[in-house]
Antibody, heavy 116, light 111 residues
Framework: QVQLQESGPGLVKPSETLSLTCTVSGGSISDYSWSWIRQPPGKGLEWIGYIYYSGRSQYNPSLKSRVTISLVASKNQFSLKLTSMTAADTAVYYC??????????WGQGALVTVSS | QSVLTQAPSASGTPGQRVAISCSGSSSNIGSNSVNWYQQLPGTAPKLLIYSNNQRPSGVPDRFSGSKSGTSASLAISGLQSEDEADYFCAAWDDSLNAHYLFGTGTKVTVL
């Protein structure tokens, strides 16, 4: 069974860039697609984007100008970079993978707070 | 931007049947399959239903999904206390910039 674990800073300053990594175990990064989703405290889910092993990626139009999702195949990881962070980007960030065309497996989530 | 609309809350007593609806449009539910996710308090979402009505291994058969036109529905029969959670529908949206869209979420309370 595929397992995912997010890692990265819990606190980011306004205007800085968020960098998160998702480590995959029990499966290969060369299979499936790999996504990032976020959830502001007390609110709903927002899909950020995904990437395939081929490198093809797709992003939420509302975040597209600030987002980059990349693969680190040698480490069986993928990453998220989100630039120009503001308080509105405070959220729990989840990584997930799609096996059956939906988001089958999720990480436990990483809370990221934007504050000076 | 497209929206998948769900009622904010639903409730029932143990053993009852509860239905949650998800309303979209021709660019999302009308042309793509619907998935449902369950989020227990303080935990990550879990896939509950995929491709409109398919259950992943391990999901009890009291959870069922359906789709008609631009709407979808999740039914929980024989409601149990452990079903108290947030439920989100989701579907791909094929508008100008295709993206995966989550519903607004429904909080199910077991009375």
């Amino acid at each position: 069974q595929v397992q995912l674990q997010e890692s990265g800073p819990g606190l980011v300053k306004p205007s800085e860039t968020l960098s998160l990594t998702c480590t995959v175990s029990g499966g290969s990064i060369s299979d499936y697609s790999w996504s990032w989703i976020r959830q502001p405290p007390g609110k709903g889910l927002e899909w950020i984007g995904y990437i395939y092993y081929s490198g093809r990626s797709q992003y939420n139009p509302s975040l597209k100008s600030r987002v980059t999702i990349s693969l680190v195949a040698s480490k069986n990881q993928f990453s998220l970079k989100l630039t120009s962070m503001t308080a509105a980007d405070t959220a729990v960030y989840y990584c997930a993978t799609s096996v059956v065309g939906a988001l089958d497996y999720w990480g436990q989530g990483a809370l990221v707070t934007v504050s000076s | 931007q497209s929206v998948l609309t769900q009622a904010p809350s639903a409730s029932g007593t143990p053993g009852q049947r509860v239905a949650i609806s998800c309303s979209g449009s021709s660019s999302n539910i009308g042309s793509n399959s619907v998935n449902w996710y369950q989020q227990l308090p303080g935990t990550a979402p879990k896939l509950l239903i995929y491709s409109n009505n398919q259950r992943p291994s391990g999901v009890p058969d009291r959870f069922s999904g359906s789709k008609s036109g631009t709407s979808a529905s999740l039914a929980i029969s024989g409601l149990q206390s452990e079903d108290e959670a947030d439920y989100f529908c989701a579907a791909w949206d094929d508008s100008l910039n295709a993206h995966y869209l989550f519903g607004t979420g429904t909080k199910v309370t077991v009375l």
